[in-house]
């Protein structure tokens, strides 16, 4: 933390739509009164209704984004969301195993919306294999966690099989969340050293919500920047993306999309 500011690093890709990837994480940092910094994985060309076209950074910029920030900067938190291919994950892997990295969240963006494979196999494989066992937390939805896992979720009790596995891995904590299944109520679960948490919400209505996952990691890494441990970071989080939720905007044609500027924290939940 340099002059009681703290500092938090999102490596992802850039949304042109301004509601997901590295532009929602800046977002969410401010919000939390975090000093946001960012190294970008991808460009994109998308919008609220469609993703045109993705443009990887090559490996070795990715490399160059990350050490010029923590060569400079005291992050106290880091965070991953797409990683765009398994060159770029095995880059990252190995920047995080030579340096004194900070605590870091882990976004496992590897299945879209619609099913699709954003990693090939192999890029999974990585993810799986050599970035989790470095994630003080991973926050997979349903369909990243039985890629990651390779088990079907459709329970809540397949929520809790695929975090045992998961954490099994060599991550510290994992939070597989729910939103996928069906019911009135959004229910993830958490697993941790020495404790296991269902944390349940009611569904908001007026979906689909473009950039939840990104928004919900990004506070996650800012609350943890904080000084926060887990599973007070996550609750946190937790309140902070069902305000979001609440709020979200119409501004395109498509998904809705959050709005952090807007955040009104409740009284006694101030970052």
Same mark, same amino acid.
């Given at each position: 933390?340099? %002059? ?10 850039? &949304?042109? %739509? ?35 076209? /993705?443009?990887?950074?090559?490996? &070795? ?7 010029? $920030?923590? &060569? ?5 938190? /880091? ?34 919306? &619609?099913?699709? =494979? ?13 970035? *989790? ?13 039985? !890629? ?25 904590? $994992?939070? $597989?969340?729910? %939103? =996928? ?7 993830? *679960? ?7 948490? /269902?944390?349940? @919400? ?7 919500? =473009? ?5 919900? @990691? ?18 946190? /989080? ?9 709020? !979200?905007?119409?501004? %395109? ?10 955040? @009104? ?7």
């Amino acid at each position: 933390m340099s %002059g009681g500011v703290p500092i938090a690093l999102t490596i992802a890709g850039s &949304d042109s %739509g301004g509601g997901a990837g590295v532009q929602m994480d800046l977002k969410v940092f401010a919000a939390l009164q975090v000093f946001g910094t960012c190294a970008i994985t991808a460009l994109t060309a998308q919008n609220t209704v469609e993703v045109r076209g /993705a443009w990887e950074a090559p490996p &070795d910029f990715l490399r160059a984004q990350v050490e010029a $920030v923590l &060569d400079d900067l005291p992050v106290g938190a /880091a965070k991953t969301g797409m990683l765009s291919s398994e060159q770029v994950v095995r880059a990252l892997v190995d920047l995080i195993e030579r340096r004194d990295f900070p605590p870091l969240v882990v976004d496992p963006v590897v299945v879209a919306k &619609d099913g699709t =494979h954003l990693l090939s196999d192999e890029g999974i494989a990585v993810v799986r294999d050599r970035l *989790l066992p470095l994630a003080a937390i991973a926050t997979p939805n349903v369909p990243e966690a039985e !890629a990651l896992a390779e088990v079907s979720i459709n329970s809540r009790e397949d929520l809790g099989r695929a975090a045992e596995k998961l954490r099994g891995l060599g991550c510290d904590w $994992v939070l $597989v969340k729910g %939103g =996928h299944l069906q019911g009135r109520e959004v229910t993830d *679960l958490l697993l941790g050293p020495d404790q296991e948490q /269902a944390l349940s @919400s009611p569904r908001v209505p007026g979906g689909p919500f =473009h950039g939840t996952g990104c928004a919900f @990691s990004a506070a996650i890494a800012a609350y943890i920047a904080r000084g926060r441990a887990v599973p007070e970071a996550v609750n946190q /989080a937790r309140e902070f993306l069902q305000n979001l939720l609440q709020g !979200a905007l119409s501004p %395109g044609q498509g998904a809705r999309v959050l709005h952090p500027q807007l955040y @009104s924290p409740s009284k006694g939940s101030q970052p």
